[in-house]
């Protein structure tokens, strides 16, 4: 037997490193499971300091978006330049579309409002302070003018993201509990029938 037909026999490896029409890799699931522990924590962070401000809360929110940043543009990469996995069960056609078209706007989301959020407090000239006394660099000077700008484009950023992220949870419950099908049990590192 030569090696191109062995490969071709040989079952899928459940480590695959991208995303197959069978199944998502297993960095794709480790990654998603980190984001939206890490989403949560921002949005937890968020409504704490919304009540009574914390210099340390502050600075474990600026470090959270700043470790979100890069995993956020390698999930964006991998989403648009990998093959999505098909649905598992018989859904309708249009919840395919919906469903896909929020997730990459869910990806493209957390690439862009870490960007937005850099660039209005480098405009209205806030200190991006992390923890261990370290900061990040402001993107450009002070600048009034675009901060106001850039400040309604991140809360209608942030609005739309919220919206996206109701509709990806409400998607996620509806597969489990009303349908019954395995969706959630593959992102949960499961090998589904499709």
Known sequence: MDSTSFSATRPRS???LRDTGLGFSRITIALHWIVA???LAIIALEISLSIAYNAEQASMLNLLGVALFPISVYRLWARVTSVHPLPVGTPNPVEVIVSRSVAVALALAMVLLPIAAWLYKSAVGEIIALPGGFFVPALIPPQAQVASIVHVLFRIGAIAFLGGLALHMFGACKNHFALK???LKR?????VEL
């Open 181 to 183: 099908n395995e969706a």
């Open 187 to 191: 992102m949960l590192g499961k090998h």
């Open 14 to 16: 459940p480590f695959h």
């Open 37 to 39: 522990a890490i989403v």
